[in-house]
């Protein structure tokens, strides 16, 4: 007994440290005064349109605020927007209280199969460090708040041991999920595939054919409110993935590199307790969430060159921890329980060794930023890379790509399912045609563009018979450096 109360002790100990490092750096990533992330501006600028009345997904604003991410996040971002200034601050730290009510929510959901405080408690801090040590949730985008919904409906099922009302309104957070972040609407699907397994199929097919038809109800209404939703969120989104399997293989290296040991714990139960029947039943939901999630990343999400290691994070550790820590509690081998302590002091200590001397020092360069700034003033039409582009918009300038324009061009395709498709490709070809003859008239005072990208709107023959670059600069971000080159037009002697 009193073995055991030390090693809860030294592993508590740890996961504090481990909680410290990881606010810590969280912390500095909150109040940098710059970009860190190509999207974070797109996910701004939507909100700040709201914020003046307008419609983002109107086709006006196509295809320049395309916007591939739900509309809620800012949604619920927007009466903030209207009292406070519109600062990466503000967005970072409405992000971060979704964080904070995931990972309290995670641990309420331990908790509800009386796993012991400690390992709620170590859980939820490992479970923090991987979000914050890989994902960009923390940063101004919706992930967060999507994956607060998205363990909300399965806290629901859990607490109320999937009774009809839980799994109701279990389905109707999965609505508010998917317009944070499409993928998240899978929850609804994952709790009618578990009722159809274990419950009643005649429940599950009732269920599952209440959660189609809302969601067509869904669908319909928000893109009567907003014109080109679906062809965003849906269309652009599937046709502009890329898909590779090294990718895939990358980011299970990489989780593998964080979780092994957690890894390693599970094969251990799963060996040595299989046959007490109280442990690791393949039929329990948390088992069975995670078979799905493991099924959905290897066939088809974790494919997606779009995210690295995002959606092992979202989908894989909650149900990961859950299975783990419950079942840790649950066993009666010493040797086991032994084996797991030593385990978890092990995924600790290297957490903390990860934070205090591997993760990316975070930019906080005022200087630079005021360098674009002053590029940018005194400049009236200018075209901007999509990292520049709130500073543009904060100065009233015309916002040409917010960062996903390029994408919109994927979703045409899909002509016999796009309604007015006819309009939209007419409106997406005068936007193009529009640039091209600004460049050619060199109407731009500037350009701004990433070197050698493939992602640009203008052609690289006009931009340099019209324009020379005469300066480069970076955009330093905690992960990476944008270099960017900026064009001037080209005078006659």
């Known amino acids: ?90 967005y970072r730290s409405i992000s971060a209280f979704f964080i904070f009510a995931s990972v309290f929510l995670l641990f309420k959901i331990i908790k509800i199969f009386k796993v012991r ?111 080109t939703y679906i062809l965003n969120v849906i269309f652009i989104s599937i046709s502009a993935s890329n898909n590779s399997l ?25 060996i040595f307790e299989l046959n007490t029947k109280k442990l690791l039943k393949i039929l329990s939901p948390e088992v069975c969430f995670l078979i799905l999630s493991a099924f959905l990343l290897y066939t088809k999400l974790g494919w997606h060159q779009g995210n690295f290691i995002t959606y092992f994070n979202h989908l ?66 200018v075209y901007v890379h999509p990292d520049l582009s709130l500073l543009a918009f904060d100065q009233e300038k015309y916002i040409y790509d917010t960062g996903q324009a390029y994408y919109f061009k994927y979703a045409l395709k899909y002509r016999s399912y796009i309604p007015n498709y006819q309009k939209i490709s007419e409106d997406y070809n005068k936007y193009l045609e529009n640039i091209n003859q600004m460049v050619a008239e060199k109407k731009f005072d500037l350009i701004v563009l990433e070197p050698n990208s493939q992602e640009v709107i203008i052609p690289k023959d006009s931009l340099e018979k019209n324009y020379y670059p005469l300066q480069e600069a970076d955009v330093k971000m905690f992960r990476y450096t944008q270099k960017l080159v900026v064009w001037f037009p080209v005078t006659k002697n």
């Not at 290297?350 to 005194?378: D, E, G």
Request: glycine residues 4%.
């Open 1 to 90: 007994m009193k073995k055991s109360l030390h090693y809860s002790l030294l592993l508590s100990f740890l996961a504090t440290i481990l909680l410290i490092v990881t606010f810590s750096y969280h912390l500095k990533i909150l109040i940098s005064p710059q970009i860190q992330e190509t999207r974070e501006n797109s996910t701004i600028i939507t909100t700040e349109l709201l914020a003046e009345g307008q419609n983002p997904y109107s086709l006006s604003h196509m295809p320049e605020n395309t916007n591939v991410y739900g509309i809620l996040y800012n949604l619920v971002c927007f009466p903030f927007a209207k009292i406070f200034p519109s600062t990466y601050l503000l």
């Open 117 to 227: 405080n400690t390992y709620a408690y170590i859980a939820s801090v490992l479970f923090y460090s991987q979000i914050v040590g890989r994902g960009y949730d923390f940063l101004a985008r919706p992930d967060s708040l999507g994956l607060f919904l998205f363990l909300s409906s399965f806290y629901v099922v859990f607490k109320h041991k999937f009774s009809n009302k839980s799994i109701l309104f279990a389905l109707v957070l999965s609505f508010l999920a998917f317009l944070a972040k499409p993928y998240f609407l899978i929850s609804g699907f994952y709790i009618s595939f578990y009722i159809f397994l274990t419950q009643s199929k005649k429940h599950a097919v009732i269920f599952v054919s209440t959660y189609i038809f809302g969601f067509l109800l869904l669908l319909l209404l928000v893109n009567t409110i907003f014109e």
């Open 246 to 270: 090294f990718h895939l293989f990358l980011q299970t290296g990489f989780y593998l590199m964080w979780n092994i040991e957690i890894v390693i714990l599970l094969v251990l139960i799963f």
């Open 316 to 381: 894989i550790s909650p149900f990961l921890f859950i299975v783990i820590f419950k079942n840790l509690n649950l066993i009666k081998s010493a040797r086991i329980k032994n084996i797991g302590n030593i385990l978890l002091f092990s995924v600790l200590v290297k957490m903390i060794c990860y934070y205090l001397f591997f993760m990316p020092s975070v930019p906080y360069q005022i200087a630079q930023w005021n360098n674009w700034t002053n590029i940018l003033k005194n400049k009236n039409d």
